[in-house]
């Protein structure tokens, strides 16, 4: 019998879709056909607006039976679950059903989740049930740093920690399986420090309410990242398909991204303002379909926040904060770049090739960071604050428990492989049973050579795979490394042939089809010449859009497209399934393979001799720090037009005062800049020609004046507590000494987790005897959470750990301006000249920015 859970219209749009998607890929067969074929009604119409409008690679390589699980699940909310039964049809669709929020793997997950959340929830309200999803979240998963791949929800539970986008996807899953509309919320950079974040938004009773994923409180509405969104300059979140039904605006008000219509929501959290872009050429004619990008410097470099495309007129529109952004014009062959305060101005046109300059001259940019705005949080009773740090405290004793138990019954007493067992987590069985299959050496190199999170959400038919591959080639490749000494020739093949990890894509199992894939002749030519492999990949993938998920090799080839940093990680990865040492060029991210000697960059023309650079910090008496102090990028042509891609020169070594790399000619723009307390920038840029001939490159920092760093505000003596519990004044805590005190958060939330990584790096990179940081826990009477204790075993020297009362810290913040509800507290104090005089604060911020921390310690050396 036939569903009528869904409208007519739904069935129709999801039908058109469906035969669209079709059309488009030709005779590529679709895994989902097999199962569309045995179904019909409801479940069908869900199938087909799947496999018409979910991302091409999760349509070709994702298992029906996964997809399918999500229809199911999906349609047994809206038929037993009363408030999302009552949920208009398109909010239904986006935002309950969903199977995809960010670029994660799809795994059947909602079930399993709902089945541990459904008795919690039931008896609840929406709001109620949407705050306790989010301390079902918190007793699994944590935040903790980490590599850029996000994990979905099976390996965040797996893992027991994650990012904030690994965070937010668990958190949005997690309402999803229990019917509340979720999506989320993310800003791709902040203005005002280097980084961005994501968080969560729920549909509570047809109004959207935000929350810090896995960081519970006892109401919504509320979160660390508050104050931060407030000066914002583009927030968003995103849908996967333009179906509505009036309820869900599907405009692509911030562009697009991939598959994904981006919808701006800025206005939510911070002031706005509408910039109008017109591009003209330089006749002064419009260009219609132009490239237009919305770009942030963070991180010293120009980082897209948004992307549209000019109408016929050369126009295009976009809400944005109240700050400095970089209009970024393009096509495929030329472009022009305005800067622009949005504070003061609507309206800009930008001239194509009007950016192409090459005067090797620093230009000063004023770069300005929205002006800090109000907390929406709501506010908390006493009682709700002694709850939530209760439940907080709780939650993290079950997370720890329950990572300990899957410890405790992996252990084996060998220490190398309880090691990985442990970093494993839930997922220890599969990896217990590879070790457990067989001894061969390669087994233990294989699972060492896999990143933490590989072991937590691999499967084992892609061990498998990639064991058998490395066996079918182990004596080529140990034949062309034999004349190398037996460390190197054991690393080169553990990270660089073994390894089925690549970048931060996913792992598809497929390395033996992909050597059953090329017969002897060719299998040999690409052996003798990996350019070959090389160029044939360039015939036989053409360019598709980027910012999909990854696929597997075997599908790229089959399907014959893929963009250009997917056809890189493809050919590493044929490369090593012949037993060719490959990688990706760790400064410039292009492909390169093994020679027997060196590795060489497939894509380098025998034309091109690489220029000899010498970068030197005339005046700097610390070492510039590459994507926080200064980048270089080079001018090319991306997939969106011409455009400066930054160099990956990641921790590029100094010594006296300068660094050497070596540059492809071309012409290239170096950006310095220097982060003010305000967040506002002094930057300055720099583009130059690199042709034959070394260079010497002196890179300029703006200077800021004194006034522009350091604030004067007069401080009370307050006490902080010793471990006698006396109170002990901030005057004999320093010993009048200059000092930067940390209040941080004793439950371990997440920016107090930054504070204390920020910190360890800081110190390992300077240490500064005559300034000492001052740490201190609050609530004064929580136990000391595990990951507050696992970041402070951390630090390069142990620290005299103090407590402090929590009226302290909302008085410190108070008479230093910050928000007494944001933790963690940074303040850096200078002592009075004389033994009567008050403490000075020359620098305070509450919640958490990234390169608070340093910033707190460098103005304190001032």
């Given at each position: 019998?036939?569903?009528?859970?869904?409208?007519?219209?739904?069935?129709?749009?999801?039908?058109?879709?469906?035969?669209?998607?079709?059309?488009?890929?030709?005779?590529?067969?679709?895994?989902?056909?097999?199962?569309?074929?045995?179904?019909?009604?409801?479940?069908?119409?869900?199938?087909?607006?799947?496999?018409?409008?979910?991302?091409?690679?999760?349509?070709?390589?994702?298992?029906?039976?996964?997809?399918?699980?999500?229809?199911?699940?999906?349609?047994?909310?809206?038929?037993?679950?009363?408030?999302?039964?009552?949920?208009?049809?398109?909010?239904?669709?986006?935002?309950?059903?969903?199977?995809?929020?960010?670029?994660?793997?799809?795994?059947?997950?909602?079930?399993?989740?709902?089945?541990?959340?459904?008795?919690?929830?039931?008896?609840?309200?929406?709001?109620?049930?949407?705050?306790?999803?989010?301390?079902?979240?918190?007793?699994?998963?944590?935040?903790?740093?980490?590599?850029?791949?996000?994990?979905?929800?099976?390996?965040?539970?797996?893992?027991?920690?994650?990012?904030?986008?690994?965070?937010?996807?668990?958190?949005?899953?997690?309402?999803?399986?229990?019917?509340?509309?979720?999506?989320?919320?993310?800003t791709p950079r902040w203005a005002h420090c280097d980084d961005n974040h994501a968080w969560v938004e729920a549909m509570v009773d047809?109004?959207?309410?935000?929350?810090?994923?896995?960081?519970?409180?006892?109401?919504?509405?509320?979160?660390?990242?508050?104050?931060?969104?407030?000066?914002?300059?583009?927030?968003?979140?995103?849908?996967?398909?333009?179906?509505?039904?009036?309820?869900?605006?599907?405009?692509?008000?911030?562009?697009?991204?991939?598959?994904?219509?981006?919808?701006?929501?800025?206005?939510?959290?911070?002031?706005?303002?509408?910039?109008?872009?017109?591009?003209?050429?330089?006749?002064?004619?419009?260009?219609?379909?132009?490239?237009?990008?919305?770009?942030?410097?963070?991180?010293?470099?120009?980082?897209?926040?948004?992307?549209?495309?000019?109408?016929?007129?050369?126009?295009?529109?976009?809400?944005?904060?109240?700050?400095?952004?970089?209009?970024?014009?393009?096509?495929?062959?030329?472009?022009?770049?305005?800067?622009?305060?949005?504070?003061?101005?609507?309206?800009?046109?930008?001239?194509?090739?009007?950016?192409?300059?090459?005067?090797?001259?620093?230009?000063?940019?004023?770069?300005?960071?929205?002006?800090?705005?109000?907390?929406?949080?709501?506010?908390?009773?006493?009682?709700?604050?002694?709850?939530?740090?209760?439940?907080?405290?709780?939650?993290?004793?079950?997370?720890?428990?329950?990572?300990?138990?899957?410890?405790?019954?992996?252990?084996?007493?060998?220490?190398?492989?309880?090691?990985?067992?442990?970093?494993?987590?839930?997922?220890?069985?599969?990896?217990?049973?590879?070790?457990?299959?067989?001894?061969?050496?390669?087994?233990?190199?294989?699972?060492?050579?896999?990143?933490?999170?590989?072991?937590?959400?691999?499967?084992?038919?892609?061990?498998?795979?990639?064991?058998?591959?490395?066996?079918?080639?182990?004596?080529?490749?140990?034949?062309?490394?034999?004349?190398?000494?037996?460390?190197?020739?054991?690393?080169?093949?553990?990270?660089?042939?073994?390894?089925?990890?690549?970048?931060?894509?996913?792992?598809?199992?497929?390395?033996?089809?992909?050597?059953?894939?090329?017969?002897?002749?060719?299998?040999?030519?690409?052996?003798?010449?990996?350019?070959?492999?090389?160029?044939?990949?360039?015939?036989?993938?053409?360019?598709?859009?980027?910012?999909?998920?990854?696929?597997?090799?075997?599908?790229?080839?089959?399907?014959?497209?893929?963009?250009?940093?997917?056809?890189?990680?493809?050919?590493?990865?044929?490369?090593?399934?012949?037993?060719?040492?490959?990688?990706?060029?760790?400064?410039?991210?292009?492909?390169?393979?093994?020679?027997?000697?060196?590795?060489?960059?497939?894509?380098?023309?025998?034309?091109?001799?690489?220029?000899?650079?010498?970068?030197?910090?005339?005046?700097?008496?610390?070492?510039?720090?590459?994507?926080?102090?200064?980048?270089?990028?080079?001018?090319?042509?991306?997939?969106?037009?011409?455009?400066?891609?930054?160099?990956?020169?990641?921790?590029?070594?100094?010594?006296?005062?300068?660094?050497?790399?070596?540059?492809?000619?071309?012409?290239?723009?170096?950006?310095?800049?220097?982060?003010?307390?305000?967040?506002?920038?002094?930057?300055?840029?720099?583009?130059?020609?690199?042709?034959?001939?070394?260079?010497?490159?002196?890179?300029?920092?703006?200077?800021?004046?004194?006034?522009?760093?350091?604030?004067?505000?007069?401080?009370?003596?307050?006490?902080?507590?010793?471990?006698?519990?006396?109170?002990?004044?901030?005057?004999?805590?320093?010993?009048?000494?200059?000092?930067?005190?940390?209040?941080?958060?004793?439950?371990?939330?997440?920016?107090?987790?930054?504070?204390?990584?920020?910190?360890?790096?800081?110190?390992?990179?300077?240490?500064?005897?005559?300034?000492?940081?001052?740490?201190?826990?609050?609530?004064?009477?929580?136990?000391?959470?595990?990951?507050?204790?696992?970041?402070?075993?951390?630090?390069?020297?142990?620290?005299?750990?103090?407590?402090?009362?929590?009226?302290?810290?909302?008085?410190?913040?108070?008479?230093?301006?910050?928000?007494?509800?944001?933790?963690?507290?940074?303040?850096?104090?200078?002592?009075?000249?004389?033994?009567?005089?008050?403490?000075?604060?020359?620098?305070?911020?509450?919640?958490?920015?990234?390169?608070?921390?340093?910033?707190?310690?460098?103005?304190?050396?001032?």
């Amino acid at each position: 019998m036939r569903e009528n859970l869904l409208s007519p219209a739904l069935h129709d749009y999801a039908d058109n879709r469906y035969r669209d998607r079709k059309a488009s890929l030709g005779g590529l067969t679709i895994p989902a056909d097999t199962l569309i074929g045995r179904l019909d009604g409801d479940r069908r119409a869900l199938m087909h607006l799947l496999v018409g409008t979910l991302p091409t690679t999760d349509i070709l390589e994702c298992e029906p039976a996964t997809l399918l699980d999500y229809v199911d699940h999906a349609l047994e909310l809206r038929r037993s679950r009363a408030w999302t039964a009552a949920l208009p049809e398109d909010v239904f669709i986006h935002y309950v059903f969903w199977p995809r929020v960010n670029n994660e793997r799809l795994e059947p997950c909602r079930s399993r989740i709902a089945g541990e959340l459904d008795a919690r929830v039931t008896p609840l309200d929406m709001e109620c049930a949407a705050i306790e999803t989010n301390y079902w979240c918190a007793e699994h998963v944590t935040y903790a740093p980490s590599d850029i791949r996000t994990i979905g929800p099976v390996g965040a539970l797996n893992r027991g920690t994650g990012r904030c986008g690994e965070e937010s996807t668990l958190l949005v899953s997690a309402l999803r399986a229990v019917g509340i509309p979720a999506r989320q919320v993310y800003t791709p950079r902040w203005a005002h420090c280097d980084d961005n974040h994501a968080w969560v938004e729920a549909m509570v009773d047809g109004v959207w309410r935000f929350m810090g994923a896995c960081e519970p409180e006892e109401r919504l509405d509320r979160g660390w990242f508050d104050c931060a969104a407030a000066r914002a300059m583009l927030i968003h979140a995103r849908v996967f398909c333009d179906y509505t039904t009036g309820s869900v605006d599907v405009a692509p008000s911030a562009g697009r991204q991939g598959a994904a219509i981006l919808q701006n929501l800025t206005a939510s959290y911070a002031p706005t303002t509408r910039l109008a872009v017109t591009v003209t050429d330089t006749d002064g004619a419009p260009v219609p379909g132009a490239d237009v990008r919305f770009e942030l410097l963070n991180m010293a470099e120009f980082a897209p926040i948004a992307q549209l495309a000019a109408d016929e007129d050369g126009r295009a529109a976009i809400e944005l904060g109240l700050g400095t952004v970089l209009v970024h014009a393009s096509t495929p062959d030329g472009f022009g770049e305005a800067l622009v305060d949005t504070a003061s101005t609507t309206a800009v046109t930008v001239t194509l090739d009007a950016g192409r300059r090459d005067d090797d001259a620093w230009t000063p940019l004023a770069v300005s960071a929205p002006a800090a705005g109000g907390s929406r949080a709501a506010a908390l009773t006493p009682e709700q604050k002694a709850v939530g740090a209760d439940r907080a405290r709780h939650a993290e004793t079950m997370r720890v428990e329950r990572l300990e138990s899957f410890a405790r019954q992996s252990a084996t007493g060998d220490a190398d492989t309880d090691a990985i067992l442990r970093l494993a987590g839930g997922n220890w069985p599969v990896i217990a049973r590879f070790l457990e299959a067989g001894s061969e050496p390669d087994r233990m190199l294989l699972l060492q050579a896999l990143s933490d999170k590989d072991l937590a959400d691999v499967h084992a038919e892609t061990l498998d795979d990639a064991l058998a591959a490395a066996a079918a080639i182990r004596d080529h490749t140990m034949r062309m490394l034999a004349d190398l000494d037996e460390r190197t020739r054991t690393d080169l093949w553990r990270d660089t042939v073994l390894n089925p990890r690549v970048d931060g894509e996913e792992l598809a199992g497929d390395h033996r089809a992909l050597q059953q894939r090329f017969g002897a002749d060719r299998i040999a030519l690409f052996r003798s010449d990996p350019r070959t492999l090389w160029q044939e990949m360039l015939r036989g993938v053409r360019d598709a859009e980027d910012d999909e998920p990854y696929t597997g090799t075997a599908a790229l080839l089959s399907r014959g497209y893929g963009d250009g940093p997917h056809r890189g990680i493809a050919f590493v990865t044929v490369c090593r399934c012949l037993g060719i040492p490959a990688r990706l060029n760790p400064e410039t991210r292009s492909p390169q393979y093994f020679d027997g000697a060196r590795f060489v960059d497939v894509q380098a023309r025998e034309s091109d001799r690489l220029v000899a650079c010498t970068l030197t910090a005339p005046g700097r008496d610390d070492t510039p720090r590459y994507g926080v102090d200064w980048t270089i990028g080079r001018l090319q042509r991306t997939p969106y037009g011409m455009d400066f891609s930054t160099i990956d020169l990641g921790d590029v070594p100094w010594t006296d005062g300068a660094t050497h790399i070596r540059l492809e000619p071309g012409t290239y723009r170096v950006i310095t800049t220097t982060r003010l307390p305000n967040g506002s920038q002094l930057a300055a840029s720099r583009t130059l020609r690199v042709a034959d001939g070394d260079r010497t490159i002196a890179l300029d920092w703006r200077r800021p004046a004194q006034s522009d760093l350091l604030a004067h505000l007069p401080l009370e003596d307050l006490p902080l507590i010793a471990d006698d519990g006396t109170d002990t004044p901030l005057s004999e805590v320093l010993h009048g000494r200059r000092g930067v005190v940390f209040i941080l958060d004793a439950h371990g939330s997440e920016p107090s987790i930054h504070v204390l990584d920020e910190l360890r790096e800081s110190l390992a990179e300077r240490p500064d005897p005559d300034a000492e940081p001052v740490i201190a826990l609050c609530p004064h009477d929580t136990p000391v959470s595990a990951p507050i204790t696992a970041m402070l075993d951390r630090l390069p020297r142990r620290f005299r750990l103090w407590r402090c009362a929590e009226p302290t810290a909302a008085r410190l913040a108070r008479i230093t301006f910050v928000d007494p509800d944001k933790s963690p507290v940074i303040v850096a104090i200078r002592p009075g000249r004389a033994q009567d005089d008050p403490l000075t604060g020359i620098y305070a911020c509450s919640g958490y920015n990234v390169g608070s921390v340093e910033l707190a310690l460098r103005l304190n050396r001032v």
